[in-house]
């Protein structure tokens, strides 16, 4: 009995709660159901917004890939410039994917027409802006590329480490590292070289090509 006089006690306190502070309560759980329906209109024109910038970059790739055969030739020179023009106007209004996208194809239509200084700097603008995806090492290892063809030997070295060291796995890091070993050889720093192919063989034993080629790289250090 006693039990049930405090159920109902505690009823009634809570009933006079409510009633007393009824307009507070109500004002509250509106304030919720606005953040709640402000949250799901947020993100489903998040979603509606990234899929028209995803569509729209895959409309600027096709347009390179209609003229990519034809990079180089002077009659379509302004043709180019144009569809440069286009990708970095996209790419510099966006930010995620979609602008990691469009500088990677400018950093392609660079790169096809040996125009290395333009091609780094496209690629770390696809780095920087795709980061938090897939585009981010690839363009990482892209720009350290660029970097090399220009002889920028310590600045490739330094990008290509980024890139092995990206929390987004890179299917070739492998290759980085053993490329960081290469480039240390070009600088005459044998050294670091035995260490950075050290590392292909401690990180990566389950790749025989690339295994194979850091333990030449130190035998052949070793001897000279």
């Known amino acids: 009995m006693q039990n049930k006089d405090e159920n109902l006690n505690l009823a009634e306190k809570i009933s006079d709660f409510v009633q007393r502070n009824r307009k507070g309560i109500f004002i509250v759980t509106g304030v919720l159901i606005l953040l709640f329906a402000g ?28 003229i990519r055969p034809l990079l180089g030739d002077d009659h379509y020179a302004s043709d180019i410039e144009k569809l440069i023009a286009d990708l970095s106007d996209f790419a510099g209004n966006k930010n995620g994917y ?14 096809a027409m040996e125009e290395w200084p333009q091609s780094e700097e496209a690629w770390l603008k696809a780095a920087r802006a795709g980061d938090k995806t897939y585009l981010g090492p690839i363009s990482l290892f892209n720009a350290a590329a660029a970097a090399q063809e220009q002889g920028k030997y310590e600045q490739a070295i330094e990008l290509l480490q980024k890139c092995v060291d990206h929390k987004f ?56």
């Open 39 to 66: 949250s799901v209109t947020y993100l489903s024109l998040k979603d509606i917004f990234n899929k028209k910038a995803i569509a729209k970059v895959e409309e600027l790739n096709q347009r390179y890939e209609e």
């Open 98 to 111: 979609a602008a990691g996208r469009a500088w990677s194809i400018v950093a392609q239509i660079h790169s």
């Open 169 to 224: 796995e890179f299917p070739a890091a492998a290759r980085a590292q053993f490329s960081i070993g290469r480039l240390y050889e070009m600088l005459d720093n044998y050294p670091a070289a035995v260490d950075a192919y050290r590392i292909v063989l401690i990180n990566w034993p389950d790749m025989p090509v690339w295994q194979n080629l850091a333990r030449s790289r130190i035998t052949a250090i070793e001897i000279k």
